[in-house]
């Protein structure tokens, strides 16, 4: 299904057609060193966020939409806490908010505070909350809405 999805996707954006977002790819506790190896010696941005019920998140996330969409490279993870039920939702609120094209995954644990440990062992839960990696993957956490001024003046050095 994944597989196919995937490749309507593709077939749709040759066309001109608008992307659709990708199915979330599950998160488990191996994820993040996944996703630090996809990203080795480059910057990134790991955004936390919930769908179900988080409305601060989807101020963030139109925030990061827009600045997507000026920066088309931009290196951005986004890590629903949600759970896989909830991928549709996912996909239609990434899509909704320019999101499409980002990296997207959600949490898949029947104990979501082993992902939580594995992201951050100081993380409770809150949200939203962003991990802004340099390129030697030092982080900086920011808990609550990443302020737009702070997103463009770590793009600007890490670009």
Known sequence: ????????????AAWGAP????????????SLATIKAKYA????????WSVNWCGHCVTELTMLGKTAKAHKKLPLVLVATDTPE??????QTQ??????????????????????QAIDPTWHGEL???Y????????EAVVGVLSEQKLK???QQHQ
Not at 1 to 12: I, N, P, R, S, V
Not at 19 to 30: D, G, I, K, M, R
Not at 106 to 115: A, G, K, N, S, T
């Open 1 to 12: 299904m994944k597989t196919a999805f995937a490749g309507l996707a593709l077939l749709l």
């Open 19 to 30: 992307v659709c977002a990708a199915e979330p790819l599950s998160f488990t506790a191996n």
């Open 41 to 48: 010696g480059r910057p990134f941005i790991l955004s936390m």
């Open 86 to 91: 909830f991928s549709v939702a996912i996909q």
């Open 95 to 116: 899509q909704r908010l320019g999101l499409a094209r980002a990296e997207s995954w959600v949490f898949d644990d029947d104990i979501p505070e082993r992902l939580r």
């Open 128 to 130: 939203p909350r962003t």
């Open 132 to 139: 802004l990696y340099d390129a030697q993957h030092r982080r």
């Open 153 to 155: 003046a770590w793009l």
